[in-house]
T-cell receptor, first 115, second 118 residues
C-alpha cells in the first residue's frame, strides 16, 4: 500500500480556472517532489522540496506554483493552464532530498485534463 | 546523449515465460545509484530496487532478479515465470553523485512496456 496519497485522482479544468493538487506522505520523509508525465513518456521532474524549502525548480512555467506547508504536505497550485499541460502529475517523497540518490516513493498521481 | 537507455520499447511474452528488460546507463561518476520502477496501468510508480555503484552483487527477490555489470554499464532486470499482473511499463533510472548541488541528477530511461499474454 502506498503511503503517499494524492487528491484528486482526476481533475478537469478550464484554462481560466484556478485549482490545486494535493499530496501527503506519512513516512516521516523530509523531501517531496512533483513530476509531470505525458503519455508514453517517463516522468519529468518539476520541483523538489527538501526540509520544506524549494531546492530544485526545473524551469517550470509560473502557472505552476508549488507550496510545502509542512514536511508531510505538498501542494501544486494551477492557474491559467494550457491544454498541453494535460498530463499525469505524480508526487513523490524521499528521506531527505539532500541528494537525489534516496529512493523516491510515488503516489498514485492526479490525471489532469485542461480544456 | 541519453543517460539511461532502455532500447526495448515494447515486449510481449506469453505467461510463464521468462523475460529480461535491458538497461544501459552512462555516467562519469564513480558513485551513483540505479533504480527500477514499475508503472502499472493505474499510474503509480512502484519502487522495485535501488543499487549503488559499489555493489555489483546480483539480487533476487522472488520472481525478480537484477544483473548489474559495471563493465558493460548495464543493470538488467529479469522476470521469471511471468504473470499477467507483471504487465506494466518498467523504468530504469540513474542518480549521479550526491556531491553535486546543481539541479537535477536523476534520470529516467524511456521505459519498456511489458505485456504478458495469458
Amino acid at each position: 500500500d502506498t503511503e503517499v496519497t494524492q487528491t484528486p485522482k482526476h481533475l478537469v479544468m478550464g484554462m481560466t480556472n484556478k485549482k490545486s493538487l494535493k499530496c501527503e506522505q506519512h513516512m516521516g520523509h523530509r523531501a517531496m517532489y512533483w513530476y509531470k508525465q505525458k503519455a508514453k513518456k517517463p516522468p519529468e521532474l518539476m520541483f523538489v522540496y527538501s526540509y520544506e524549502k524549494l531546492s530544485i525548480n526545473e524551469s517550470v512555467p509560473s502557472r505552476f506554483s508549488p507550496e510545502c506547508p509542512n514536511s508531510s504536505l505538498l501542494n501544486l497550485h494551477l492557474h491559467a493552464l494550457q491544454p498541453e499541460d494535460s498530463a499525469l502529475y505524480l508526487c513523490a517523497s524521499s528521506r531527505d532530498g539532500l541528494s537525489l540518490s534516496d529512493t523516491q516513493y510515488f503516489g498514485p498521481g492526479t490525471r489532469l485534463t485542461v480544456l | 546523449a541519453q543517460k539511461v537507455t532502455q532500447a526495448q520499447t515494447e515486449i510481449s511474452v506469453v505467461e510463464k515465460e521468462d523475460v529480461t528488460l535491458d538497461c544501459v546507463y552512462e555516467t562519469r561518476d564513480t558513485t551513483y545509484y540505479l533504480f527500477w520502477y514499475k508503472q502499472p496501468p493505474s499510474g503509480e510508480l512502484v519502487f522495485l530496487i535501488r543499487r549503488n555503484s559499489f555493489d555489483e552483487q546480483n539480487e533476487i527477490s522472488g520472481r525478480y532478479s537484477w544483473n548489474f555489470q559495471k563493465s558493460t554499464s548495464s543493470f538488467n532486470f529479469t522476470i521469471t515465470a511471468s504473470q499477467v499482473v507483471d504487465s506494466a511499463v518498467y523504468f530504469c533510472a540513474l542518480s549521479e553523485s550526491s556531491l553535486k548541488n546543481t539541479g537535477n541528477q536523476f534520470y529516467f530511461g524511456t521505459g519498456t512496456s511489458l505485456t504478458v499474454i495469458p
